[in-house]
């Protein structure tokens, strides 16, 4: 294999992968990474400076620069791409090849293929991530299971969407001028090169989620990432699309501004709400005066969150794109008929809040909800979407993005203790190289996962009190981590244990317990332990 000066590979390829990271496509990474990179690293240290302001009482609030943005009526982004007018639900989940068959042939209208919050990644689910996108774009995609059961796709298929990793993160097996690669321009880059001539041939194109931006100006930076790239293969400008997972609290004040840097490109906002309570959170740890409830009783009708998505659907239908629902954790629950039936009627309140809003579209994590949601879309959406209504009845004001007020809850050792078990459970199967792991019959993935992390982090920091009075103390917290990491390994036969990364887990959640420097987000905090870099590189 040969590969292009300045790049190295820093671990093995294994040969049915080896076609992914050809010298052509690791040459156009690399001019992506050469151009955007160092952008990119500003963009991330303009967040640490605005974490400094929030940490000094400076609340965030509609830009006065950018007002004539969102006072202009005249402007609105691109029209709907093939494939994309009707989004009335979407699956998502891992890019493992079994998911991505049985997510294609959902029923549902797309599926978002997810190289960031439900993907460890580790080298291989990278790369085998891409090679199912490669035959997933063809309709080549086939498995025999180990069982017997053979897996291939539907005549009618869902529309394929790839969610990239954040900005955030790092592709560290892959250097570039001896520099990590981004994660984003990685999974993008990759995804892009290798398919986008071929979507558009087959009647749709390259199309993306976008996650966890902060600013207008890290929406800008995908922009021009997207030009870029098409005049690099001669594609013409507008065919990508990108939905942007509004899931920050900071972004959710410059949502039109988002919209309008990716006009060509965009195809609406979707309510990233677990991502979004985490930020809440995340961003206000070091105020007391934002301390949560327990994680259950954060719901969509939390006045901070109703806000957020009535302006949200706002801004989208105003400027003629998608505003997307969020999703549901609740999965279908086998051997529990009542507990069944409780959460399956969780989700229908959950997507008749949502279309009754005026959604365009919904989110299900399991193949099974995909049914669900579609009826109760099908009968108060016949049509594809719902970008003639306005919304204009909606009046949000930057306070009410940040307002605590008729926060309805409690603080409570049971939620702590969940709160240690789901992030335990969690890290320890990211570790292992899962990112999408059912708990407590919900679907965890990174961003619930980091709910739980982070408020045992802020309840800790600020001594928090339960509702029976009890103090939550670093050595209060520590004593239920020790508890659950025990009942959790007294569940594992001896080979169940020998495999486990609960003891790795667990010293990287002690950390969050003690109260120490907080990590901005679990996987960076973990990743290192999954990266099989070798010193030499191996291509």
């Given amino acids: 294999m040969r590969i292009p ?165 790092e592709e560290k097996h892959v250097l570039v001028d001896g520099v990590p690669m981004s994660g984003s321009i990685f999974d993008f880059g990759l995804y892009f090169f290798h398919n986008a001539k071929e979507t558009v041939a087959r009647g749709f194109g390259p199309y993306y989620y976008l996650p966890k931006m902060e600013s207008h100006l890290e929406a800008r930076l995908w922009n021009d990432i997207f030009n870029l790239s098409q005049d690099m293969l001669q594609i013409p400008r507008g065919t990508i699309r990108g939905t942007v997972l509004i899931e920050t609290i900071l972004a959710s004040f410059e949502m039109e501004e988002i919209i309008f840097e990716l006009r060509e490109h965009s195809s609406g906002l979707n309510c990233g709400r677990w991502d979004y309570i985490f930020s809440f959170i995340k961003k206000f740890r070091n105020n007391p005066k934002f301390l949560l409830p327990d994680r259950g009783d954060i719901t969509m009708t939390t006045p901070f969150m109703d806000a957020y998505v009535r302006l949200l659907i706002k801004t989208c239908h105003k400027r003629g794109v998608h505003a997307m629902g969020g999703m549901a954790a609740q999965i279908p629950i086998k051997d529990n008929a009542a507990a069944n039936q409780a959460a399956m009627d969780k989700v229908r309140a959950d997507k008749l809040r949502e279309v009754l809003a005026g959604h365009d579209g919904t989110w299900v994590a399991h193949p099974d909800l995909v049914r669900l949601a579609k009826d109760i879309f099908d009968k108060h959406m016949p049509q594809p979407n719902q970008l003639y209504n306005l919304r204009e009845d909606v009046h949000v004001s930057g306070a009410d993005l940040i307002s605590t007020a008729g926060l309805k809850g409690s603080i409570t050792e049971k939620g702590l203790r969940n709160n240690i078990n789901v992030a335990l459970q969690y890290m320890e199967a990211w570790l292992r190289g899962n990112g999408c792991v059912p708990i407590h019959n919900l679907m965890e993935d990174a961003a619930t996962a980091e709910i739980s992390r982070s408020q045992i982090w802020q309840w800790v920091k600020h001594n928090a009190k339960t509702s029976d009075g009890k103090i939550i103390t670093a050595e209060f917290a520590s004593r239920i981590l020790d508890e659950e990491t025990q009942a959790l390994k007294s569940a594992l036969n001896e080979k169940q244990l020998g495999a486990s990364k609960l003891d790795l887990a667990k010293r990287f959640l002690e950390s969050t317990i003690r109260g120490q420097d907080y990590a901005d987000f679990l996987t960076t905090l973990c990743y290192d332990a999954i990266v099989t870099v070798n010193t030499k590189s191996k291509l």
């Avoid at 009335?88 to 042939?105: C, Q, S, W």
């Avoid at 085998?128 to 997933?136: E, F, V």
């Avoid at 539907?154 to 790839?162: C, F, G, P, Q, Y």
């Fill in 5 to 169: 000066a300045g790049v190295q590979i820093l671990a093995p390829v294994p040969a049915e992968h080896a076609d992914i990271l050809s010298h052509d496509a690791l040459s156009f990474l690399a001019v992506l990474h050469r151009v955007f990179n160092a952008r990119r690293k500003a963009l991330l240290e303009a967040r640490v400076v605005r974490q400094r302001d929030l940490d000094n009482g400076v609340f965030p609030d509609f830009l006065p620069q950018t007002k004539w943005i969102r006072d202009d009526p005249t402007w609105r982004a691109a029209v709907p791409a093939p494939g994309l007018t009707d989004r009335r639900v979407e699956i998502t989940g891992p890019v493992d090849r079994k998911m991505v068959i049985n997510a294609l042939n959902s029923g549902a209208s797309t599926f978002m293929a997810d190289f960031e919050d439900s993907n460890a990644p580790t080298w291989d689910n990278c790369l085998s991530g891409q090679t199912n996108m490669r035959d997933a774009v063809r309709r080549t995609i086939t498995l025999a299971a180990p069982n017997g059961k053979y897996y291939k796709l539907n005549d009618k298929i869902a529309t394929l969407l790839v969610r990239p990793r954040g900005w955030h993160l």
